[in-house]
């Protein structure tokens, strides 16, 4: 039998409905994998063996009484965004130490609800706040690949680093995830694992940490497109409790894969070629077109003009919903308190010593585009600059074109303690070139590995769809997934 731990979650569907194994049997490889690797590769921050047996002895009971969830005794991470029932829950922040959330989010709870069983939560950006997993207070994933005849320690991309990591060296089936600027398609990408962000409104964001609440959505990093296809409709739900959740039905995105791409119009946007971008990136980019061209698809030049104000506009947006989100970690709702002589001197020593230099820095910039006076030079216009995005897709969209092709990052993975990128933060806000755009619009976009680079690290392409039309973006992907392959680094650790 195949080792336990490297099957896909359709794979492992297929085994448990077999009775080739149990989901205990299942759980417990991949918490004795954990445990080998989670000293190293650190993509785990809190594991949690009693509960993972427990829900996984209640799985299987419920298939010997033939009661059988989408997900049915499939081991997952979960991001440290996403409240989980009496289990740690802090966005990898000191300020929220100790904080076990008495309610569970909507996401994880549908998983749950699917059958799924909880391994524990995954490593992340503090609040989701970065591009390398190294914000955390808990400290860098390392990212399970490494250049060929390197050692040098690579990071998996962030902010869910963890979950990229934990997916791509199989500690986990699947993870969730959230994107507010990429933080799930960058991390897959730098990983050779895939990544979804749905539509804004597809997936709950109740019980969902909040960073910039216009812009977060959850999502799956997954081993492959299908897996990424069940866990989203697993996850995918309207929510009273969350009104920016759509009520439209959730598809079978599974069902869509294999179809063909026939009269399909795939966009590629000029505005994408950046300066500086490696050659083999824009090779990759080539190789990408031929694939859907050879699968039926038709290819169409499009422009995205405001492409280069998104960036910006972003780090503008985000900050400005950070700095208020964040406001309520006062020292006196939830976790870390440091006392001081009166409560205004509480707050600010709690603040000083809970939020690391990252989530500073935004709240800063988000308290400052905000004050009266800057709001209409920085926050006002930065809202009117999204909006022109989203027109420039829209005028995509109504054109005719079902999706566009782009990649997913500029580099490969970069090493840990970058100097280069350590010393200037808008350096690492460039790793948002190519998928902030998406959030700015609130579209669906997915990153599917497509190749290795030179130094055998994965490179991954971006597509981007209609509002709601998930499923093409899945379709697609697959026909990149079958030419391209899968990547699955080699085992160090
Ligand atoms: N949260 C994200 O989507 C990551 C993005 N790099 C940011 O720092 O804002």
Same mark, same amino acid.
């Given at each position: 039998?195949?080792?336990?731990?490297?099957?896909?979650?359709?794979?492992?569907?297929?085994?448990?409905?077999?009775?080739? $194994?149990?989901?205990?049997?299942?759980?417990?490889?991949?918490? +004795?994998?954990?445990?080998?690797?989670?000293?190293?590769?650190?993509?785990?921050?809190?594991?949690?063996?009693?509960?993972?047996?427990? &829900?996984?002895?209640?799985?299987?009971?419920?298939?010997?009484?033939?009661?059988?969830?989408?997900?049915?005794? /499939?081991?997952?991470?979960?991001?440290?965004?996403?409240?989980?029932?009496?289990?740690?829950?802090?966005?990898?922040?000191?300020?929220?130490?100790?904080?076990?959330?008495?309610?569970?989010?909507?996401?994880?709870?549908?998983? #749950?609800?699917? !059958?799924? %069983? &909880?391994? !524990?939560?995954?490593?992340?950006?503090? $609040?989701?706040?970065?591009?390398?997993?190294?914000?955390?207070?808990?400290?860098?994933?390392?990212?399970?690949?490494?250049?060929?005849?390197?050692?040098?320690?690579?990071?998996?991309?962030?902010?869910?680093?963890?979950?990229?990591?934990?997916?791509?060296?199989?500690?986990?089936?699947?993870?969730?995830?959230?994107?507010?600027?990429?933080?799930?398609?960058?991390? =897959?990408?730098?990983? !050779?694992?895939?990544?979804?962000?749905?539509?804004?409104?597809?997936?709950?964001? #109740?019980?969902?940490?909040?960073?910039?609440?216009?812009? +977060?959505?959850?999502?799956?990093?997954?081993?492959?497109?299908?897996?990424?296809?069940?866990?989203?409709?697993?996850?995918?739900?309207?929510?009273?409790?969350?009104?920016?959740?759509?009520?439209?039905?959730?598809?079978?995105?599974?069902?869509?894969?294999?179809?063909?791409?026939?009269?399909?119009? /795939?966009?590629?946007?000029?505005?994408?070629?950046?300066?500086? &971008?490696?050659?083999?990136?824009?090779?990759?980019?080539?190789?990408? /077109?031929?694939?859907?061209? +050879?699968?039926?698809?038709?290819? %169409?030049?499009?422009?995205?003009?405001?492409?280069?104000?998104?960036?910006?506009?972003?780090?503008?947006?985000?900050?400005?919903?950070?700095?208020?989100?964040?406001?309520?970690?006062? !020292?006196?709702?939830?976790?870390?308190?440091?006392?001081?002589?009166?409560? /205004?001197? &509480?707050?600010?020593?709690?603040?000083?010593?809970?939020?690391?230099?990252?989530?500073?820095?935004?709240?800063?910039?988000?308290?400052?585009?905000?004050?009266?006076?800057?709001?209409?030079?920085?926050?006002?216009?930065?809202?009117?600059?999204?909006?022109?995005?989203?027109?420039? $897709?829209?005028?995509?969209?109504?054109?005719?074109?079902?999706?566009?092709?782009?990649? =997913?990052?500029?580099?490969?993975?970069?090493?840990?303690?970058?100097?280069?990128?350590?010393? +200037?933060?808008?350096?690492?806000?460039?790793?948002?070139?190519?998928?902030?755009?998406?959030?700015?619009?609130? @579209?669906?976009?997915?990153?599917?590995?497509?190749? @290795?680079?030179?130094?055998?690290?994965?490179?991954?392409?971006?597509?981007?769809?209609?509002?709601?039309?998930?499923?093409?973006?899945?379709?697609?992907?697959?026909?990149?997934?079958?030419?391209?392959?899968?990547?699955?680094?080699?085992?160090? #650790?």
């Amino acid at each position: 039998m195949t080792e336990l731990t490297s099957l896909t979650i359709a794979e492992a569907r297929e085994k448990l409905k077999a009775k080739e $194994f149990t989901s205990v049997e299942l759980t417990k490889a991949y918490l +004795d994998a954990i445990d080998a690797a989670n000293g190293v590769l650190n993509a785990y921050i809190a594991v949690t063996p009693e509960k993972a047996l427990e &829900m996984a002895k209640a799985s299987d009971a419920r298939r010997a009484a033939g009661k059988i969830g989408a997900l049915e005794g /499939i081991p997952l991470g979960i991001k440290d965004l996403f409240a989980t029932r009496d289990v740690h829950t802090q966005a990898c922040s000191h300020i929220l130490d100790g904080f076990q959330p008495k309610y569970e989010s909507t996401v994880s709870q549908n998983l #749950w609800d699917d !059958g799924a %069983v &909880m391994l !524990g939560k995954l490593n992340m950006d503090e $609040f989701a706040m970065g591009s390398s997993n190294e914000t955390s207070h808990y400290g860098a994933v390392i990212n399970p690949w490494r250049a060929k005849g390197s050692n040098q320690q690579l990071v998996p991309g962030g902010s869910s680093g963890g979950s990229a990591a934990a997916v791509a060296a199989h500690l986990c089936a699947g993870a969730t995830a959230t994107d507010t600027g990429g933080s799930i398609r960058q991390p =897959a990408a730098f990983t !050779g694992t895939v990544g979804i962000k749905p539509t804004y409104g597809r997936c709950s964001r #109740w019980g969902i940490v909040a960073f910039a609440s216009s812009l +977060d959505q959850a999502g799956p990093i997954a081993r492959d497109v299908r897996d990424a296809a069940i866990m989203l409709k697993s996850m995918a739900s309207v929510d009273l409790k969350d009104t920016t959740s759509v009520d439209l039905p959730v598809p079978d995105y599974e069902a869509s894969l294999g179809q063909s791409l026939k009269g399909m119009k /795939i966009g590629i946007p000029k505005e994408y070629r950046v300066d500086g &971008m490696p050659e083999e990136i824009e090779a990759l980019w080539s190789q990408g /077109i031929d694939w859907l061209k +050879d699968a039926g698809a038709e290819i %169409v030049d499009i422009t995205l003009p405001h492409t280069k104000y998104a960036l910006p506009a972003y780090y503008i947006v985000a900050p400005a919903e950070a700095s208020s989100n964040l406001a309520r970690y006062d !020292g006196v709702r939830y976790g870390l308190r440091v006392d001081g002589k009166d409560i /205004i001197d &509480m707050y600010e020593k709690t603040r000083a010593a809970g939020f690391g230099q990252e989530v500073k820095r935004r709240i800063m910039i988000g308290t400052y585009v905000l004050s009266a006076g800057y709001y209409d030079a920085y926050y006002l216009r930065a809202q009117k600059v999204r909006t022109l995005i989203k027109r420039d $897709f829209e005028q995509v969209f109504e054109a005719g074109v079902d999706a566009i092709l782009t990649p =997913a990052t500029p580099s490969s993975a970069f090493g840990v303690a970058d100097e280069n990128l350590a010393s +200037d933060p808008v350096k690492m806000y460039l790793n948002d070139i190519f998928t902030v755009t998406v959030n700015m619009a609130g @579209l669906p976009g997915i990153a599917v590995p497509a190749g @290795l680079d030179h130094k055998g690290l994965p490179l991954g392409l971006q597509l981007i769809g209609r509002p709601f039309e998930e499923e093409t973006l899945f379709r697609t992907a697959h026909v990149i997934e079958q030419a391209a392959g899968k990547y699955t680094p080699a085992q160090w #650790w």
